[in-house]
């Protein structure tokens, strides 16, 4: 009963609306950086990496990684499709084969220029964020 | 609530079922999740399954790998059947999903938006753009998205660019009925048709040799191994000609091998093979795949043979060597062929070519169909 009126209470005042917002915002904000974290971390890693050490590895960045772990593996495919990454699978002693990631050339000329585009992207956010004018 | 590995997959995939997801997507879905919690359940010391603790820790886990649902609608966003334009047949289920992960900020939405909607001829650029970012000529965002020649984009937006291009012009009646030569699908399953003939004698011949020997040689112990490794080798090429009917007829198969339920023992894992309706359904298939490979291969060489030596008579019947084409018959001289039929022949040389590529395109969905079906079947 508690938990309904809570709910109710933080719907009146807008904050469930703020909520839902954020997560919204998040899901939408996630969609190219993380292709783009995915690359940045495959093109530095020295050995090719599978699913399960691509989410640790990028557990260790900032304050954590900001999406699910399950969310990584249709975008690593995404970027595999896309020519970008390169896999191949290896069967594992404990459990079922993995799947081990690396860059292709192709891979390593694009997050280049994927970066310049975040650059420019996060300084023009920022510009705006802060209000100063170019 | 899962509260082990199997349960989880299970409900993913009822989730990725819910959401119409492709069979084959559901299957490396499933390998991806399986490879990932299977790690992660690994890492720190393995638990006993069933254990208070075992199912505490699964809980954490599965929170950080994401509900089903989150992740099925990842796996819905993303999927990409492949890198050229979608034939207009194909009806893009993949991308009508709002594709919440495609790799490309701002731009995925509207791009996946309108791949659904017909496009007027010529239209390829998206109309919709509520974002200003995904705006080329944005003054702070001038080259954006980063033109990069021969540096691909996230496939995401390829396939949303590509499926706003190949959505558009179909309307014409000139253009259903000749545009089946500029469709390069066509042109692959044609070159499957043709591969058919060698593919289905190799699969027929292993699956025959392969079972006579290993069941000649049940009587002795070493026919048990045999017949497990036939099994073997018919699942491996079950994903070869995945691949190949994917590369070639354009419809999504697995890219990844089945993978067996986790925590199997080797003879749990060979009794999971023996009761997998898959394996019967492949080497079924592989079995059929001789006649339908003998008749894709004459379909495919005599009609097109036929259909180019008739529109090629104007060659010859300018160089007047169909006048030689005459039968001897009681001293009689009979012309079968005439100088006023080249015309005739060309027009029904093209028909029969137009037809033939018409009925290539109809083989090559039917089959593909098939190919899943047989190929693709999700063990209940």
């Known amino acids: 009963m508690t938990a309904i009126q809570t709910t109710s209470d933080r719907d009146e005042d807008g904050t469930g609306v703020v909520d839902a917002s954020v997560r919204k915002f998040q899901k939408e904000l996630s969609s190219g950086i993380v292709s783009l974290a995915l690359l940045a971390l495959l093109a530095h890693a020295e050995k090719p990496l599978y699913g399960y050490q691509i989410a640790k590895e990028l557990e260790g960045f900032g304050g954590g990684l900001p999406v699910k772990q399950g969310t990584l593996y249709p975008v690593l495919r995404s970027l595999e499709s896309g020519g970008l990454l390169t896999s191949e699978v290896e069967p594992s002693v404990t459990g079922p084969p993995r799947r081990y990631y690396s860059v292709t050339e192709e891979g390593r000329q694009a997050i280049a220029l994927w970066r310049e585009a975040w650059i420019r992207t996060r300084e023009f956010v920022d510009a705006v964020l802060e209000g100063h004018r170019g | ?380």
């Open chain 2, 1 to 380: 609530m899962a509260n082990d590995i199997n349960t989880y997959l299970r409900e993913l995939q009822a989730a990725l079922a819910a959401a119409g997801a492709d069979p084959a997507l559901v299957q490396d879905a499933l390998f991806d999740a399986e490879e990932h919690l299977q790690a992660e359940m690994a890492a720190g010391g393995a638990l006993g399954r069933g254990t208070a603790a075992y199912e505490k820790k699964f809980a954490t886990v599965a929170e950080g790998y994401g509900t089903p649902e989150e992740v099925a609608a990842a796996y819905m966003g993303t999927a990409v059947v492949r890198k050229e334009a979608p034939a207009a047949h194909e009806t893009p289920s993949v991308t009508e999903a709002p594709p919440v992960w495609a790799p490309s900020v701002g731009a995925a939405a509207p791009l996946g938006a309108t791949s659904a909607t017909p496009q007027p001829p010529g239209g390829t650029q998206p109309p919709v753009a509520p974002l200003p970012v995904a705006e080329g000529p944005a003054p702070h965002m001038a080259g954006w998205p980063p033109p990069a020649p021969g540096v691909p984009m996230p496939a995401g937006v390829q396939a949303g660019i590509a499926a706003a291009a190949g959505a558009a012009p179909t309307s014409s009646p000139w253009r259903q009925v000749f545009g089946v030569f500029a469709d390069v699908t066509v042109w692959k399953t044609l070159i499957y048709m043709i591969l058919s003939l060698a593919t289905g004698i190799a699969y027929f011949t292993i699956v025959v040799t392969g079972l006579s020997t290993a069941g000649s040689m049940l009587v002795l112990i070493i026919g048990i191994p045999m017949f497990l490794a036939v099994l073997g080798i018919v699942r491996a090429i079950a994903l070869f000609e995945g691949r190949l009917v994917e590369i070639l007829l354009g419809i999504r198969m697995p890219r990844r091998p089945r993978a067996t339920p986790p925590g199997m023992g080797f003879f749990q894992r060979i009794a999971f093979w023996l009761k997998d309706g898959r394996t019967w359904a492949s080497m079924a298939y592989m079995l059929l795949m001789l006649p339908l490979g003998i008749t894709y291969f004459t379909i495919a060489v005599t009609g097109l043979s036929v259909g180019f030596w008739l529109v090629a008579s104007i060659v010859w019947g300018w160089f007047r060597w169909a006048d030689y084409h005459t039968i001897i018959y009681n001293g009689v001289t009979y012309y079968w062929w005439h100088s006023w039929m080249i015309p005739i022949a060309v027009i029904v040389g093209v028909i029969v070519l137009v037809g033939m590529f018409h009925l290539i395109k109809w083989i090559g969905r039917g089959h593909a169909a098939f190919a899943k079906a047989m190929l693709v079947r999700l063990a209940k």
